[in-house]
């Protein structure tokens, strides 16, 4: 079975800093990956996945993701933090292929945003 | 084209009521999950529906149930409410047969007292 970890509950970063979340995966092959993003009361929404291919993805809202086969990682990245970044965020996996299963979820990483 | 809407928003029972809460697919998605949200346990899996069958169950006891209709709305009960059912309860409905990207609804907040 697969399975996700973020290691850092809690990131507290300043206005225009970068931005690194980390997320690492335990799947006997590459798998789907996911980032979403979910702002106070409100559902996910998802920031870029990656599949096959290039390993570093762009997202939206300026975010950037990058595969690492050896390290089993899936970190996010944002160069500049903005204020409206604070937010929960969470990694997701899934086998390849599509069809009848169910995302993983890690338990996710409070951004925090100081001005 | 729409998003995945839930209903209602925010909901207060006591403890012992039973519940029920709906979601609404983006159109054309066949598939619907169902998550438990909770500061404890962050993201919990419960149930997917697809074609109105569960195909996909979490590990959830069986007061917690569900069903699809013919138009991919789904409804999910939860009876004899306890404390601990206090969540947010996400829904969130797929393209079986692509990515399995899921889209999220707002999400429903529920309050046992």
């Known amino acids: 079975a697969q399975s996700v970890t973020q290691p850092d509950i809690h990131i507290t970063v300043s206005e225009g800093a970068s931005l690194e979340l980390r997320c690492n995966y335990s799947?006997?092959?590459?798998?789907?990956l996911f980032w979403y993003v979910q702002s106070p009361g409100q559902g996910l929404q998802l920031l870029l996945k990656y599949f096959s291919g290039d390993t570093l993805v762009q997202g939206i809202k300026g975010f950037e993701a990058e595969f690492k086969r050896s390290q089993s990682s899936f970190n996010l990245r944002k160069p500049s933090v903005h204020w409206s970044d604070a937010a929960e965020y969470f990694c997701?996996?899934?086998?390849?292929?599509?069809?009848?299963?169910?995302?993983?979820f890690g338990r996710g990483t409070s951004l925090i945003v100081h001005p | 084209k729409a998003g995945v809407t839930q209903t209602p928003r925010y909901l207060i029972k006591t403890r012992g009521q039973q519940v029920t809460l709906s979601c609404s697919p983006i159109?054309?998605?066949?598939?619907v999950s169902w998550y438990q949200q909770t500061p404890g346990q962050g993201l919990q899996f419960l149930f997917e529906?697809?074609?109105?069958?569960?195909?996909n169950k979490g590990n959830f006891p069986g007061r917690f149930s569900g069903r699809q209709f013919s138009n991919s709305r789904s409804e999910m009960n939860v009876s004899t409410l306890e404390l601990g059912d206090s969540a947010l309860y996400l829904c969130a409905s797929s393209v079986p047969t692509g990515d399995n990207e899921q889209f999220f609804g707002p999400g429903t907040r529920l309050t046992v007292l």
């Open positions: 799947y006997g092959a590459t798998p789907y």
């Open positions: 997701a996996v899934a086998p390849p292929g599509g069809g009848s299963y169910i995302p993983t």
């Open positions: 529906y697809f074609s109105e069958t569960q195909r």
């Open positions: 159109s054309g998605h066949r598939s």
